[in-house]
């Protein structure tokens, strides 16, 4: 079984900085797509970022694009989000997940989930 592990969470204020990392266990990812979501409350989960096997590809939703970073390290396997510029319209549940498979039409869907880490972005 593949366990995720969301960490470095927390409460920063606007403009601020933090960096999300997911460790996995279990098993390895191999050559898959890994990313993550988020979820505000009162809102349904949305997707934030994922990134390809060997880094090479990237991929974020427009309301983080230019101010998140997605990567990963897989002889760690981690994957990490670095946030810049937070505002307080990205305070979420944030979740890591690997893999992921793009459906299309900007969809995105998680094999295996953690638990996630509290990101709080105060004004």
């Known amino acids: 079984q593949v366990q995720l592990v969301e960490s470095g969470g927390g409460s920063v204020q606007a403009g601020g900085s933090l960096r999300l990392s997911c460790a996995a266990s279990g098993r390895t990812f191999g050559r898959s797509t890994m990313g993550w979501f988020r979820q505000a409350p009162g809102k349904e989960r949305e997707f934030v970022a994922a990134i390809t096997w060997d880094g090479g590809r990237t991929y974020y939703t427009d309301s983080v694009k230019g101010r998140f970073t997605i990567s990963r390290d897989n002889a760690k396997n981690t994957e990490y989000l670095q946030m810049n510029s937070l505002k307080p319209e990205d305070t979420a549940v944030y979740y890591c997940?690997?893999?992921?498979?793009?459906?299309?039409?900007?969809?995105?869907?998680?094999?295996?989930w953690g638990q996630g880490t509290q990101v709080t972005v105060s004004s």
């Open positions: 997940a690997a893999p992921v498979v793009n459906q299309g039409g900007g969809k995105w869907y998680g094999e295996n």
